[in-house]
Structure formats: structure tokens, C-alpha cells
């Protein structure tokens, strides 16, 4: 199944039944899927928005009305959302929102890009606030990503947001559909007519500063927590690593082949992938540190994660960087390359590229 | 004793932050006694906007969620295709509605939202002191049109309820004022009309309320109530300017 219906699919599954979208390349696929599927499930329903920032304001309506409500775009179409994301922040109102990043700033192009990494995980609209952010690597991943992100959009009445990129919104693997939870969220934050009792209101609107400065503490533990119970990564081949390559996304993907490649030169490479990109899988990382001293970062960009990298292992280990931006997408070759030339020379006497010992160091391995 | 008057269910018992002589407390209350007469305060939920009566959910009793700058049709439009059954409402100025919020209200008629929109025109940005509006009148003075707006560097005012009576989606718009008891009364008629036709699934409905602005006009009250009959009415007509019912009801008599 393509990457873009797999996400549509998989939302509809766990229960997302409020859809609202403009289109732009490339994603469209998720829109029309959600067109095609959404109506026919009971009680979908489907808008092509006149813009984004009206689909994002849609899917804030739905979502106050107690619906699991969804919105998708690549980079341009999600900074027009901003102001929505951050109004769904302060508002503490659930949604699922998809990026399928391209090549960018400005328009950009429509290739595959990492450029969206500052935005999604700093927040991205005005205002002291952040989003969760889930960055699937494979067709599985977004099936089961997007259900999870329904779920943590619910736990913490906060947006979510699915960052990937134009390949793997494009690209064709089989999934299974795991069975969703069932839907846990309070009535309580749900508007649907005051009925007998006590009206509510839901706002971000808090004109006194002392009033305000208490909601966004209140948000900021609420960040706390999160970002000590949701961190997810992937740790592949750190066993015997003696350097490690960061990547997320399409470029861990690319990573892994070039780690075969790498394994092939006898070179002790693996591969630390953040699944959740906000919150930074921080603890994670630097205990991998103790053992391992070097790691190269790699994404799509002129280096963004680099400096998450960097808050977690500055002082502890070596930090590299290779990025490509711009809708690059590198082979596993070039990457394999690169990250030969950089690997840590320990042994003066080990000509690694001809893959043949010369003699064992005075220094031991 | 049978009680003849009183503060409507829909409203809290809290004093309005607003100007004296400001309409938006005359709509709010309009609005309020609307919804209790037609016994949806349980089944109501209303959008207030960026702007003036940002604070509304301060003085409706009824379920309500902010919509930023603009986008409350569309944050409108999500909440009824959830709960299709209740009465939503956005409620929005001019700057909100004609302006920053243009494409929102344009296409939320087109589609045939069935959602109602209160508009507040009263010329200018009033929460923010006064400047220049979408709808300022020709040679109005304002804090950024201060020699007063001239089509040459400003453009026109906008008529934005005759903008959208063009659409196939809106089913009914009425422009009205509250400057006088008896426009307050026909108001409130107007709103009525705009939440059954909402409730019989016609269709967007819209009023637009010429409402004074005492403050920013700097004028009195009462010279504000008398700048609408003699000035503004003369750019914003007051009427109906379009109601699926009345051509519906008018076709049915010809044939």
C-alpha cells in the first residue's frame, strides 16, 4: 500500500471520522484516500478546505465537538497551519497532523526533504508551547504511528503531528493494520450544548498575565511529562559499534543500507533513530555514549537534529555531520562513503579500505 | 406574579466590558433571548471571534470555543458536521469577517454551511483603537486612515453580505441595525429567522448588525445611533438581501 493511504487507512481505523485537507503535492494521495473512504465510513466526514489554515481550524471545531479529526499538508501548507497548531495548543485540544516534508524554504520543491524539523519540533506557530512528533521509517510504522498518535493526542489533549517526507508518503510497502484501542477521553473536554447544566468555553484567549503565566506552566508540566514518558528510538547494531550513525526518517533508512555496506568493510557501524523527534530521545542517546565516542549525524538538511544531537552529547562523544538538503535523497553508497572516510582511525597499522590487517598494533584493537 | 421580564437563561449575570453606547450588548442579549425562545440553550454552541466580543463567552451561558483571527466559520463548520443537530454560531466584526477572515466566511456560504454568522459592522477595528475597517465609510476619519479614507489609497468599503447573497449556498442574509427600539426589534426578528432557517437545514444563514461605536467614532451615543441612519444606511442599505424561503414561498403563489 502507498505510504499516503496507509496513514488515511490507519486513521480511519482508529477512529478518525473528521478529515479536512487542501491539496498540495506530495500527499495528495491521503486527501483523495480520505475523499474515497472517509464518506463511505459512519458519520466521516470529508471537507476539501478552502485553504489550510481554514482545514486546520476545522479540524480544531471537530475536535471540540469530541471528534478524532485529522489534517495533512507538506511544508508549505503546514506553516500556513501554524496559527491553528499554536491555537490548538492553548487550547489543549486533540488532532493528528501530517507533514509529508519537500525540499523548501519558500516553495521549494516537491522532492523529499528533512527541512521541517526546527519548525515541528520547536513548537512552529507563536507562543511557549510544542507539538509531539512522530517520524515513521517504514510502511508499518506509519500505519502504526498514525494510530498512536490519535492515542498520545488524546492522553495529552495536545496536536500531534506525523513528520515524514514526500518518499515515504510515495513509496509502496505491505502493512498490517494492528487492531486500535479503544478511544479514552473524558467527556468533560468535549463541547456539545450545555444541556441542563453548566455551559463551558474553551479559549486561549487569557488577558491577565498572572492567569497566563499559570496556563503556561500548566502546559510546561504537562511538556515534562511528556517528554519523560513518550520518547521512542530504534538502536541498530550499537552492540559492537564503535561509531553510530543518527538519522531519522527516509535517512535511516538510507543509513541501514550503508551500514551493510560499512559491516561489509568491517567497519562497527549502527544507527541511533529517534521515533519521536519531540520529545528528543535525549537519555537514550547519551547512554549510548558511554561506550561509544563517535557518531555522525545525517538528515536531509543543512543539520537541524545536529543540535538536539549536540544538547545531548556535547562533552560526551564526538559529534559529525553529513547532510544533503534541497530534495536530495543519498544512496547508501554515498552515505557508506562518507561515513568510512570519517570513522575513527584507531589503529595506525589497519588499512580499513582494503579490508586486510597489516600487522596488530602496538596499542592492542 | 407572572414575571414579564428578566435576564434571558442564555445570559450570565455578569456585567459587559463594553463601551457605553457599544451594540454588541444589545446583540448578545438578542442573540440570548433568541436562543431561549427557541429552547436551545442545552444544544447551542457559539464561536466568538478576535476582537471586541472576544470576551463573549464571558456572557453567554451556552457552550463555546474561541476561534483565532478570522477562521470562525471554519472552526464553525467543524463543530456542525460533528453535531449537525445543534445550533452553531459564529459570531465575528468586520475586520474579523471581511477581511482577515474573508476566504473563511466566503466558502463556509458557498458550501452552504449550515451555520449562522452574527455580523457586527460598525466600521472600524474597535478593540484595537479604532483603525481603519474593510467597511469604513468613504472619508471616515480613523487612527490609519486620518485624513479620512479615500478610495485612491484605501480602496472601497466592502459590502460583504451582498458578496456573499451572490453565492448558491447562503439561504438567508439580512443587514439591520440597533440604533433605535425599533431596529433592535427587527433585529432580533432577523436572528430568529437566520437559527430556524439553521435549524430546518436551508442553508448558511447571515445577519449583519450596523452596530455604534461611541468610542472610536467619538461621538456621543446618541450622535452614533444617528451617524448609522444618516451616513452608514446610506452605504450598508439596510434589508433583506437574500432569503430562499421568501423566493421559494414566491414561486409556490405563481405557479
Redesign the interface.
Known amino acids: 500500500m502507498q505510504g499516503n493511504c496507509v496513514i488515511g487507512e490507519a486513521a480511519i481505523r482508529a477512529g478518525c ?2 478529515y ?1 485537507g487542501y491539496p498540495i503535492t506530495p500527499q495528495n494521495e491521503l486527501t483523495e484516500y480520505m475523499a474515497e473512504n472517509l464518506r463511505k465510513a459512519d458519520g466521516g ?1 470529508f ?1 476539501q ?3 489550510e ?3 486546520i ?11 478524532r ?1 485529522m489534517t495533512s499538508s507538506s511544508s508549505p501548507g503546514i506553516s500556513l497551519k501554524q ?2 497548531i499554536s ?1 490548538m495548543a492553548a ?1 489543549e485540544l486533540p488532532g493528528v497532523i501530517v507533514n509529508m516534508m519537500r525540499g523548501g524554504p519558500g516553495l521549494g520543491n516537491i522532492r523529499p526533504s528533512q527541512g521541517d524539523y526546527f519548525q515541528a519540533t520547536r513548537g512552529g506557530g507563536h507562543g511557549d508551547y510544542r507539538t509531539i512528533v512522530l517520524a515513521p521509517a517504514t510502511g508499518q510504522e506509519l500505519a502504526d504511528l498514525t494510530m498512536d498518535a490519535f492515542d498520545l493526542a488524546d492522553k495529552y489533549r495536545t496536536p500531534v503531528m506525523i513528520l515524514a517526507d514526500g518518499m515515504m508518503g510515495q513509496m509502496m510497502e505491505p502493512v498490517v493494520f494492528r487492531k486500535p484501542k479503544p478511544r479514552q477521553y473524558p467527556d468533560c473536554y468535549v ?6 447544566g453548566k ?7 487569557i488577558l491577565d498575565a498572572i492567569e497566563m503565566e499559570e496556563h503556561n506552566w500548566k502546559l510546561a508540566r504537562k511538556y515534562n511529562l511528556i517528554s519523560r514518558q513518550e520518547t521512542r528510538c530504534e538502536i541498530h547494531e550499537a552492540k559492537d559499534a564503535e561509531m553510530m550513525i543518527v538519522a531519522y526518517g527516509t535517512a535511516a533508512r538510507v543509513a541501514k543500507g550503508a551500514i551493510r555496506r560499512l559491516r561489509g568493510m568491517d567497519l562497527k557501524v549502527g544507527l541511533f533513530r529517534p521515533i519521536s523527534l519531540w520529545p528528543f530521545p535525549t537519555r537514550e542517546l547519551r547512554e549510548l555514549s558511554e561506550h561509544i565516542k563517535h557518531f555522525i549525524v545525517f538528515e536531509m538538511s543543512t543539520g537541524q537534529m545536529l543540535d538536539d544531537v549536540r544538547l545531548a552529547l556535547q562533552g560526551f562523544a564526538n559529534i559529525d555531520f553529513f547532510g544533503r538538503p534541497g530534495g536530495v535523497v543519498p544512496t547508501p553508497a554515498e552515505l557508506s562513503n562518507v561515513v568510512s572516510r570519517r570513522y575513527p582511525q584507531k589503529d595506525a597499522y589497519v588499512d580499513r579500505f582494503l579490508r586486510f590487517k597489516v600487522v596488530e598494533g602496538p596499542f592492542g584493537p | 406574579m407572572k414575571k414579564i421580564f428578566g435576564r434571558p437563561r442564555s445570559l450570565k449575570a455578569a456585567p459587559y466590558h463594553y463601551c457605553p453606547g457599544c451594540g454588541h450588548s444589545i446583540v448578545h442579549r438578542l442573540v440570548a433571548e433568541v436562543i431561549d425562545e427557541m429552547d436551545m ?5 457559539g ?1 466568538p471571534p ?1 476582537g471586541c466580543a ?2 463573549a ?1 464571558f456572557y ?9 483571527h478570522g ?1 470562525g466559520p ?10 449537525p443537530k ?1 445550533l452553531v454560531f459564529s459570531y465575528q466584526g468586520d475586520g474579523d469577517l471581511a477581511a482577515i477572515g474573508t ?2 466566511s ?2 463556509a456560504a458557498n ?1 452552504g454551511e449550515n451555520i449562522t454568522i452574527i455580523f457586527i459592522n460598525n466600521a472600524v477595528y474597535g478593540m484595537t483603537g479604532g483603525q481603519m475597517a474593510p467597511t469604513t465609510i468613504l472619508g471616515q476619519k480613523t487612527t490609519t486612515s486620518p485624513p479620512g479614507r479615500t478610495p485612491l489609497l484605501d480602496g472601497y468599503p466592502v459590502r460583504i453580505s451582498e458578496i456573499l447573497a451572490q453565492l448558491r449556498g447562503s439561504a438567508y442574509i439580512e443587514r439591520c441595525a440597533v440604533n433605535s427600539p425599533a431596529a433592535v426589534m427587527k433585529t432580533k426578528r432577523s436572528i430568529r429567522k437566520a437559527f430556524q432557517y439553521q435549524m430546518d437545514n436551508r442553508g448558511f444563514s447571515m445577519v449583519e448588525i450596523l452596530s455604534p461605536c461611541p468610542t472610536n467614532w467619538k461621538m456621543s451615543a446618541v450622535d452614533a445611533c444617528k451617524w448609522i441612519d444618516e451616513v452608514m444606511t446610506k452605504e450598508f442599505p439596510l434589508g433583506v438581501l437574500k432569503d430562499i424561503g421568501a423566493k421559494e414561498a414566491g414561486k409556490e403563489k405563481q405557479s
Request: net charge positive.
Open positions: 471520522c473528521f479536512a466526514v471537507i478546505s478552502e485553504s489554515i481554514a482545514a481550524n476545522m479540524i480544531a471545531g471537530a475536535s471540540a465537538a469530541g471528534a479529526a496559527e491553528g491555537s487550547c463541547l456539545k450544548g450545555a444541556g441542563d455551559s463551558k468555553f474553551i479559549r486561549g484567549l | 440553550r442545552g444544544s447551542s454552541i464561536v478576535a472576544v470576551l463567552y453567554f451561558d451556552i457552550d463555546m470555543i474561541e476561534a483565532p477562521r471554519a472552526l464553525a463548520t467543524g463543530v456542525k458536521r460533528v453535531l445543534h476566504a473563511e466566503f466558502h458550501r
